[in-house]
């Protein structure tokens, strides 16, 4: 995947929602996204007690990721491709929205002087539309 790539799965997420099927989806990962946003924004809430943000981080994106995947992989979009290919792809998403995450969070943290909670906050709606847009047009296609 190369930036041109990255480009137009951001631009196909911002401007072609497409059929209602699409919306159907939508809908889900939404709902999906609510509940993993909960998740691992209480689980990144709750590791602060032990690590930094960037441990944090760590810790409960790998545990949110893992629960999305499930959720998106079987209700969602209801696939029953090559399970193995379609988790590496979907890790691949998530490696990107954890790198955009990172930084974003560095950003408002260490440049910006943030709180580490709310800096996280202002990073879900830019996570959430790269996330949707890699598994619709790549993870699950």
Known sequence: MNFQDIQKLLLMGFYK????SSLKQ????GLI???NAILGYGLFVIFLNWFNYFGALV???IIAVTHSY?????WTFKSNKNPLKEFIKFNSVYFLVFLVNAITLFLLVDVFNFDPRVGQLFALPII???SFSGHKYWSFK
């Open 59 to 61: 810790f409960s994106h």
């Open 33 to 35: 996204g609510i509940l």
């Open 17 to 20: 929602i497409g059929p209602a």
């Open 26 to 29: 939508l809908s889900k990962f």
């Open 70 to 74: 499930l959720w998106n992989k079987f």
């Open 128 to 130: 959430t539309i790269i």
